[in-house]
Nanobody
Framework: QVQLVESGGGLVQAGGSLRLSCEAS????????MGWFRQAPGQEREFVGR????????YYADSVKGRFTISRVNVKRTVYLQMNSLKPEDTAVYYC????????????WGQGTQVTVSS
């Protein structure tokens, strides 16, 4: 089992920045690729980005490319989502997730943290 706890959400004005953190406990952190998803009210959960177990591979949704950056520090068992140039449409609950290396599915999910961007 892997437990994931997100933090860092909050209220920010459009154009501002936030950094989300997700700390993992349980199994070996470097055994997992990590990802971020988000879900706005009334909408389906959508992919934001992912980072490989060693941090060398990073992929982003087109909607956040160039504005968001995912990073990880394995010795701290933590993955980050740096969000810059925030827009009102980025308002959502943001979820951290873990996928075992070589796996097909996202195996574990955090409880989510709310990000609200005011115009």
């Amino acid at each position: 089992q892997v437990q994931l706890v997100e933090s860092g959400g909050g209220l920010v004005q459009a154009g501002g920045s936030l950094r989300l953190s997700c700390e993992a406990s349980g199994r070996t952190f470097s055994d997992y690729a990590m990802g971020w998803f988000r879900q706005a009210p009334g909408q389906e959960r959508e992919f934001v980005g992912r980072i490989s177990w060693n941090g060398l591979g990073r992929y982003y949704a087109d909607s956040v490319k160039g504005r968001f950056t995912i990073s990880r520090v394995n010795v701290k068992r933590t993955v980050y989502l740096q969000m810059n140039s925030l827009k009102p449409e980025d308002t959502a609950v943001y979820y951290c997730t873990a996928q075992r290396v070589g796996g097909e599915f996202w195996d574990y999910w955090g409880q989510g943290t709310q990000v609200t961007v005011s115009s």
